[in-house]
């Protein structure tokens, strides 16, 4: 049986576009606007030949500022629940915001080994973001560039020991 990994963080950080590429197929839609991933998709990943099954989350339909966290938090438990570790992704180039935070202490509460993810990290724009991460308590972070295909090989690093 493949381990699971899920993909976890809040809209719009590049989830669905990591699950793509790492699936190889378009199987998860990639958009501009917040919350456009409809239902939790689920797929075989290959990463360097580390073959794994791979969840993106954010199957929530309304964008009710009032109920997108605790719909998020329903998606994260339910995919973290039977996963084997957490992509936890956020945005350096956005940096940290409460989101991420929030999203960072459920994690903390989960029986998961967690792997911090500084997406959209192409060039040199993450920096600030990379550092603001670290009060997050996760670590380091894999900085990646789901979009460009870049630190592919420093995800595979840390996936390594713990699939
Ligand atoms: P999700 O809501 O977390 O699933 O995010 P998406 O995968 O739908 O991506 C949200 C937006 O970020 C899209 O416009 C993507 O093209 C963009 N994006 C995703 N990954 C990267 C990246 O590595 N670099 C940059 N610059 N943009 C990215
Ligand atoms: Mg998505």
Redesign the pocket.
């Known amino acids: 049986k493949l381990p699971v990994v899920a993909i976890v ?1 809040r ?8 699950f793509n590429r790492l699936v190889g197929k378009k199987l ?1 839609l ?3 606007r ?4 409809r239902d939790r998709r689920e797929g075989d990943a290959s990463l360097i030949g580390l073959d794994f099954r791979i969840i ?1 989350t ?1 199957g929530y339909e309304d964008h009710d500022a009032q109920t997108l966290p605790g719909r998020m938090r329903q998606q994260t438990e339910a995919a973290v629940g039977q996963a084997d570790v957490a992509l936890f ?1 956020f945005d350096a ?1 956005a940096g940290i915001v409460p989101l991420d935070e929030e999203i960072a202490r459920w994690l903390r509460t989960a029986d998961v080994p967690v792997v911090l993810v500084a ?2 990290a ?1 060039g040199r724009a993450g920096n600030d973001g990379v550092l603001e991460s670290l009060a997050l308590g996760f670590g380091d972070p894999v900085e ?5 295909g870049e630190g592919m090989g420093d995800l595979f690093e840390a996936l390594l020991p713990l699939l």
């Not at 990646?144 to 460009?148: K, Q, T, V």
């Open positions: 963080g809209p719009n950080v590049g989830k669905s576009t990591l998860a990639v958009d501009d917040p919350g456009v991933t993106d954010a992704l180039r997406n959209k192409e990646l560039s789901a979009e460009h």
